[in-house]
């Protein structure tokens, strides 16, 4: 059985600790922050007794029955539904844009035939594939929606232009012509009852696998174990030498207050003239909980510092070039797999997250089998 190294214990590293550490092998799990669960953490808080989600709202959401199989197998997972709200002009919509949103903005009372052939009236034309944010919002919902909705709130949340982001970004959040409010279009969607902390603990509990929190793993150690699997920032591994992947980081200012404070659980804010993108009311995210008073966080985005966390890998031209030399000298380093949002700098959810590292854990075992070598990637970086 092999000895093995997992850097990070968020989603990524546990799943992998879990997987491998009943295969047998001997695992030792580092973190530098003195908590497990990365930036999914959630712990209740001593004032109000509110689950909080330390850094940002985690909402799970799948439609991969293997993913909500295994996942569930390490605490109850209670359906939820997010329901956005978003200020855009002093009113309030329903977000993602639905018949709802369109009637509201548009004064009108619409039914789903009469607002598709609205949409493609005020959509822009446009040839080929667009190529960036703004065009493919432009195509798909024309000036006045994209302009209410997303071209402040993208400017802020990403501290440029919608004009030099990726349309892959857009494409995260649906268009639909009925009243279906749900955020998220996957089939199943739900938060753990005990928070996410609880269901990472739950992964990492096994007799050969250790977890050493407040622990940074150094490349130099790497020679001491058969593999390891890095989930942390690619460039960190290399010591950011050649420079360091662009990042938006987020500041959480928190308010306390009684009761019920903004009745859900998020609110977008839309114009630039708001300097946060968001606030969530975290006690909304456990409908099931009571609680007298509430905790909520205002979200201000902004450029990822050295000693800041890293949430968004921005992955522009500038960046990807950056990647590709880590990429490139990441194939070269011999028994190490990167995997996870930081380990690939791809922005992927929770359950992407998980689907790969089952993927990496049954490729390793096939490799052992087989004699062939583990590949440093399984999911290309750059694709
Ligand atoms: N977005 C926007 N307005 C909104 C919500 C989202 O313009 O009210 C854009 C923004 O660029 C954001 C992207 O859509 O980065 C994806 O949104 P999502 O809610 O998936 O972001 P996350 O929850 O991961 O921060």
């Given at each position: 059985m092999a000895h093995i190294a997992i850097v990070g214990a968020g989603f990524s590293g546990a799943v992998l600790a879990r997987q491998l550490g009943q295969a047998g092998h001997r695992i030792d799990v580092f973190d530098t922050r003195p908590h497990v669960a990365g930036n999914c953490h959630t712990a209740r808080d001593p004032a109000s007794g509110v689950m909080l989600h330390t850094y940002g709202p985690h909402i799970f959401h799948t439609s991969d029955e293997r993913v909500?199989?295994?996942?569930?197998?390490?605490?109850?997972?209670?359906?939820?539904?997010?329901r956005v709200k978003a200020v855009s002009a002093g009113r309030v919509y329903s977000l993602p844009l639905n018949l709802l949103t369109i009637n509201q903005f548009a004064g009108q009372t619409f039914s789903p035939a009469q607002a598709m052939a609205y949409f493609a009236q005020i959509g822009e034309p446009g040839e080929g594939e667009p190529a960036n944010f703004e065009e493919q919002a432009l195509r798909l919902m024309g000036r006045a929606l994209y302009a209410a909705f997303f071209e402040g709130y993208t400017t802020k949340q990403w501290g440029m232009a919608p004009a030099a982001l990726p349309a892959s970004i857009l494409k995260r959040l649906p268009v639909r012509f009925n009243y279906d409010d749900n955020y998220y279009a996957s089939r199943h969607q739900g938060i753990p009852r005990e928070g996410y902390t609880a269901v990472v603990e739950r992964l990492l509990d096994l007799p050969n696998v250790a977890v050493h929190l407040g622990a940074r793993f150094d490349r130099a150690q790497a020679g001491g174990y058969d593999h390891v699997f890095c989930s942390g920032p690619i460039d960190a591994w290399f010591g950011c030498d050649e420079g360091r992947l662009g990042y938006r980081t987020l500041d959480f200012v928190r308010e306390d207050h009684a009761g019920d404070h903004q009745g859900n659980a998020v609110i977008n804010y839309c114009d630039t003239t708001v300097p946060w993108t968001r606030i969530s009311e975290h006690k909304h995210f456990a409908p099931w909980?009571?609680?007298?008073?509430?905790?909520?966080?205002?979200?201000?985005?902004?450029?990822?510092?050295?000693?800041?966390?890293?949430?968004?890998?921005?992955?522009?031209?500038?960046?990807?070039?950056?990647l590709a030399h880590y990429v490139g000298r990441a194939r070269r380093e011999p028994h190490v797999t990167f995997v996870g949002r930081l380990g690939t700098y791809r922005y992927i959810d929770m359950h992407v997250t998980i689907a790969e590292a089952l993927d990496v854990a049954d490729r390793y075992e096939a490799c052992r089998r087989s004699g062939e070598a583990m590949p440093s990637f399984v999911v290309d970086p750059l694709g």
């Open positions: 909500w199989k295994y996942i569930r197998g390490f605490g109850e997972f209670v359906p939820f539904v997010n909980e009571q609680h007298a008073d509430t905790v909520v966080f205002k979200e201000y985005s902004r450029l990822c510092e050295a000693g800041d966390t890293p949430y968004y890998p921005i992955r522009l031209v500038a960046e990807k070039a950056l």
